[in-house]
């Protein structure tokens, strides 16, 4: 029943980024750009998870899934800084 979950969630968030990646190529925002690639970094992130959790024993992924959800932040407040006028 988790790896429903995980799968979801990753399914999930890859339809947030190609919907926001489709909203910045018709409107040309840049924020949406940034949130695109946001949630782009947040789905490798759940992929990451089930990866984890049932691929590979031990945790042996955690160092590069939490490395991948700080990506994904850090790209989020890249644009909210410096991109959003």
Do not use: K, Q
Not at 17 to 43: Q, Y
Not at 64 to 78: F, G, I, K, N, W
């Amino acid at each position: 029943m988790a790896l429903l979950i995980y799968a979801l969630c990753a399914l999930t968030a890859l339809a947030c980024s190609a919907m926001l990646f489709a909203g910045a190529r018709r409107t040309g925002s840049r924020m949406l750009f940034w949130s695109g690639l946001c949630f782009a970094c947040l789905t490798l992130t759940n992929m990451l998870v089930i990866a984890d959790n049932y691929l590979f024993p031990n945790d042996t992924l955690w160092v590069v899934r939490l490395m991948s959800a700080l990506l994904a932040v850090a790209l989020l407040l890249y644009g909210l800084i410096f991109e959003e006028h």
